[in-house]
């Protein structure tokens, strides 16, 4: 099979490789019928996950087709669609039975594209295959599911849970690229008083209000605390999220945060950021972080069944699995390509037209 190989920090190649098979019973292995390229994956090719080894496959998020199971898998046969998601699941250890499977000690968690090989390929093994992957309902449409790979739950459980948005609550949410405006997607679920969203890019501001924020602010030339007061009677906003992963926006939620509210962070870390305890310690703020568990994919899934939610938003470019190297190439360079998510699509599908040439280039 075809796949797309980390080969070392800069590295990358769509190569021929061998075709997974079965290394454990409770193994199955899926078809991949679409994929997508996360900012984690760029983060791995800068070299900021060393524990990813070169010869890796890349990627963590895919809808595909079990080909076939191994002896102790029981609740799959070939045939079956599936949602392949982020984390894997053993089901056994004590987390799993918290369902905190990010934090797996049974050997799943983030596995995929990080420590085993990846799904931007042709098939994939997938472990633990009862307890890890999600049946896809009839009716529901690759692009529908695929971002409740990670996106959408990390959005929901580390942004919105964790920041327990209530009815009626401003919510700040800085930083609007995917993960960002999976949060406003989600926290729209809790009905929000007022959603602010920051960036220092107008164009994914302009993407905040489509995507249903109430107030943008442009922290790159406006004073994004100073808003925040003038908008909350001088208090701060009930929940702050932090979507970006650098100190200065960690900091910042800390600054626009009311007494008693809740700064979730989602983002992911590549160096110090200072905790203002000399500040914060008399204003009863609850700060939280962690690793998404995806233990929310089967609501979000049913949410979209039923109309509510539509992650297809987010697709604005698709390829054939077979151009992941320019779907890499675009998705790096979000800022002038506006890329949000590139699907990358098998050809032929099997129960999906072939995109056309226009859907190709993307929108
Ligand atoms: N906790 C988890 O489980 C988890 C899972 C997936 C992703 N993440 C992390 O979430 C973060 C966001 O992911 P993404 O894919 O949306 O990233 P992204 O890079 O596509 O988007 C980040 C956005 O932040 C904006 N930004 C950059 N610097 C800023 C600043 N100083 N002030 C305001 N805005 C600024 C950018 O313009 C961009 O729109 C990343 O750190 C990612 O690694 C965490
Ligand atoms: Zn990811
Ligand atoms: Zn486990």
């Not at 633990?128 to 529908?144: I, M, N, R, W, Y």
Request: charged share 20%; hydrophobic share 45%.
């Amino acid at each position: 099979m075809k796949a797309l190989v980390y080969h070392g920090p800069g590295r990358r190649a769509w190569e021929q490789v061998p075709d997974p098979t079965i290394l454990e019973p409770t193994d199955a292995i899926v078809r991949i019928d679409s994929s997508t390229i996360c900012g984690t994956d760029l983060h791995i090719l800068k070299g900021d996950v060393p524990e990813t080894a070169p010869g890796t496959i890349l990627g963590h998020e895919a809808v595909g087709t079990v080909v076939e199971i191994g002896a102790a898998v029981t609740t799959l046969e070939p045939g079956d669609r599936v949602l392949v998601s982020c984390i894997t699941s053993c089901g056994r250890c004590r987390f799993c039975k918290e369902a905190k499977y990010g934090l797996c000690t049974g050997g799943g968690g983030w596995i995929f594209g990080h420590l085993i090989d990846g799904l931007q390929a042709e098939f994939a093994r997938v472990p633990f295959a009862d307890t890890s992957v999600h049946k896809v309902p009839d009716g529901l449409s690759d692009e529908q599911v695929l971002f409740l790979a990670d996106i959408m739950p990390t959005a929901y459980e580390i942004g919105v849970l964790a920041g327990r948005v209530e009815p009626g609550d401003t919510v700040a949410i800085v930083g609007a690229g995917p993960i960002g405006l999976a949060t406003i997607m989600t926290a729209k679920l809790h009905t929000p008083g007022r959603i602010i969203a920051i960036d220092l890019a107008d164009a994914r501001l302009a993407k905040a209000l489509e995507f249903g924020a109430d107030v943008v602010i442009d922290n790159g030339t406006e004073d994004a605390v100073a808003k925040v007061m003038e908008l909350t009677g001088g208090l701060g906003a009930d929940v702050a999220i932090e979507a970006v992963g650098v100190p200065e926006t960690f900091e910042l939620c800390t600054e626009l945060i009311r007494p008693g509210g809740r700064v979730a962070n989602v983002g992911v870390h590549g160096s110090c950021a200072t905790l203002h305890l000399e500040k914060l310690w008399i204003r009863d703020v609850m700060i939280t972080t962690g690793l998404v568990d995806t233990s929310t994919t089967p609501k979000l899934m049913k949410l979209i069944e039923g109309g509510r939610l539509d992650p297809t938003v987010f697709a604005t470019h698709t390829f054939p699995i077979a151009d992941t190297e320019a779907a890499y190439d675009v998705f790096a360079a979000a800022a002038e390509t506006h890329a949000l998510k590139v699907v990358l699509r098998a050809v032929p599908a099997g129960h999906e037209l072939v995109p056309s040439e226009e859907q190709l280039v993307g929108v």
